[in-house]
């Protein structure tokens, strides 16, 4: 575990859906990952680098999600790891995690 762990680092924690599931726009990040809205450099927010294992090694991709879904995934991430660590129901601060969501949940609220 990380002392601190940054947006970047939790935005590229938050769950995905299904790789199959996406749309090749979807997954070189020129729409959202989520719901497949356009993406400007204005909007978009990086959810880090991702692999997918496949037949012959690993492949890495970047999605990208809109402001409204990196929010609120980020949000619920939030929400599910507060309720089961006891660290940050003490103090979220000290929490490597509790406090990289709530950078994130930032981050994608700019
Ligand atoms: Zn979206
Ligand atoms: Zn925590």
Do not use: K, Y
Request: aromatic share 4%; proline share 5%; with cysteine.
């Amino acid at each position: 575990m990380p002392e601190t762990m940054s947006a970047t680092q939790a935005l590229a924690m938050l769950p995905l859906p299904e790789f199959h599931t996406l749309s090749q726009d979807q997954t070189r990040g020129i729409t959202c990952a989520f719901d497949g809205v356009g993406l400007s450099p204005a909007t978009a927010v990086s959810l880090g680098e991702r692999s997918l294992r496949r037949v012959g090694g690993r492949v890495s991709w970047f999605p990208r999600a809109c402001r409204r879904c990196a929010l609120e995934q980020a949000m619920n991430a939030l929400v599910a790891h507060s309720q089961t660590c006891e660290q940050c129901v003490d103090d979220s601060n000290l929490c490597p995690t509790g406090s990289g969501l709530v950078r994130a949940v930032r981050e994608a609220r700019r």
